[in-house]
């Protein structure tokens, strides 16, 4: 693989955000362009928010764009384009190419990470620590979904599937080893706990979740601890999987066509859909109605019209972010603990890519090793020796890359003389 120097990307603000030191296609480099709530609005987010048919689309644009290794998280904080490309605009003008979304506009408030920054991000993400509510569980699911979408259809490769198994066994290790994940905080929890402030009576209120998905179901669980099962009721667009959830959590089940009346009946109203457009507006209240809204959607699935009344909460999920509580705070004090373990895995994949780099020196040697003409009691002592030589050059290599040929001699002459 070719090495391309030491030239740093620059970002618009200017500032160094990853070295390109080698790439894994040749011309190429492992790319992140993203947005997240560190930068962005929900109502920017919600622009680029990708649902599952426009991956699809995605994939099929990347692979005759001549981009083969490609993968897209998108949650309600974030989305974040990941792929082996000549430049990052290559990959935001892959994903920006349908109806309302601009790549420039994209651009313009994006972060860019290349190579071992960007892989040091995916890290962080895994782990918690970068999302809104720190420690949310709930990302690494999304984490999964998203990149088994692509390995799935063929467009991550090795180097990809090596980096994210080694993520998630870094975030199997915080989960494990801190509390960084302890106790209940998600964006569902911090749902609950708006609500819990903003509804006087909450045992005796009416709850509508409009939404069956992962976050709708989180929030239902959730909710169940401070409220009885027959308070809540479930609407989805798809009747099978709303009665799913409803059958699942004990709740009650309603069809679509019935949301105008629940709308009316209920005192808190959850949404949670992957629609592209608003589907509540001030109109479906009346004049004087008091009701309690929170909006888990990006893009915004609750116009914020609705605070034309002056009855009516809302909150979306930038609002939650904002909530701390006691978890929170024991949180923040096991992040050194988890960032340290961060540090270890990365190390460890740096290792691996060292290796993969002198794959095939190290084959030659292993090879070359083989026609020498050793005596051993049996061909299980023969591979045991040969591999401990392949091995003690590799850790040479690994510090010392100016004596690639000293180092092939000395592999030979140790294994002969240790063996002779």
């Known amino acids: 693989m070719p090495f391309l120097g030491w030239q740093p990307y620059f970002c618009n603000d200017n500032q160094a955000v990853g070295f390109i030191v080698e790439s894994y296609t040749p011309g190429k480099a492992l790319w992140l362009a993203g947005l997240s709530y560190h930068q ?146 998600s964006v569902s929890f911090a749902a609950v706990q708006f609500i819990k402030e903003n509804m006087a009576h909450l045992n005796e209120a009416k709850i509508l979740i409009l939404g069956a998905g992962e976050i709708g179901r989180n929030t239902c669980l959730n909710l169940l601890t401070v409220t009885t099962a027959g308070n809540i009721t479930i609407i989805n667009r798809s009747t099978e999987r709303g009665r799913a959830l409803a059958l699942e959590t004990g709740t009650n089940f309603a069809r679509y066509e019935e949301l105008p009346l629940l709308l009316e009946s209920c005192d808190i109203i959850i949404v949670a859909t992957a629609a592209k457009q608003p589907l509540l507006h001030s109109r479906d209240f009346r004049p004087g109605t008091r009701k309690v809204l929170v909006d888990l959607s990006v893009p915004r699935n609750i116009h914020p019209d609705v605070n034309l009344h002056q009855g009516i909460t809302l909150a979306d999920v930038d609002d939650l972010g904002k909530i701390k509580d006691a978890t929170y705070r024991k949180r923040q004090a096991e992040v050194p603990l988890a960032k340290e373990l961060i540090s270890q895995y990365i190390d460890a994949f740096r290792e691996w890519l060292h290796m993969r780099r002198h794959a095939s020196l190290l084959k030659g040697v292993k090879e070359k090793l083989c026609t020498l003409n050793v005596d051993y009691p049996d061909e299980m002592d023969r591979s045991a020796g040969i591999q401990k030589a392949v091995a003690k050059m590799a850790r040479k290599i690994r510090f010392d890359n100016d004596r690639m040929g000293c180092n092939y001699i000395e592999t030979l002459y140790g294994y002969l003389s240790e063996n002779n």
């Open 40 to 185: 962005s609005d929900a109502s920017f987010r919600g622009r680029y928010a990708i649902s599952e048919d426009q991956y699809e689309q995605i994939l099929g644009r990347a692979g005759k764009q001549g981009i083969s290794a490609l993968f897209i998280l998108s949650t309600c904080n974030r989305t974040e384009i990941y792929g082996f490309a000549e430049s990052p605009a290559d990959l935001v003008r892959t994903v920006c190419d349908y109806p309302g979304s601009l790549a420039e506009d994209f651009i313009e408030q994006a972060y860019i990470k290349c190579n071992e920054i960007a892989w040091q991000h995916l890290f962080q993400v895994a782990a918690g620590l970068d999302s809104q509510i720190l420690g949310d569980y709930e990302i690494l699911s999304q984490l999964k979904k998203s990149y088994y979408f692509s390995k799935s259809r063929g467009y991550t490769n090795s180097y990809m599937d090596r980096l994210f198994d080694t993520v998630l066994q870094s975030s199997r290790a915080i989960r494990t080893h801190t509390q960084l994940s302890s106790g209940t905080v």
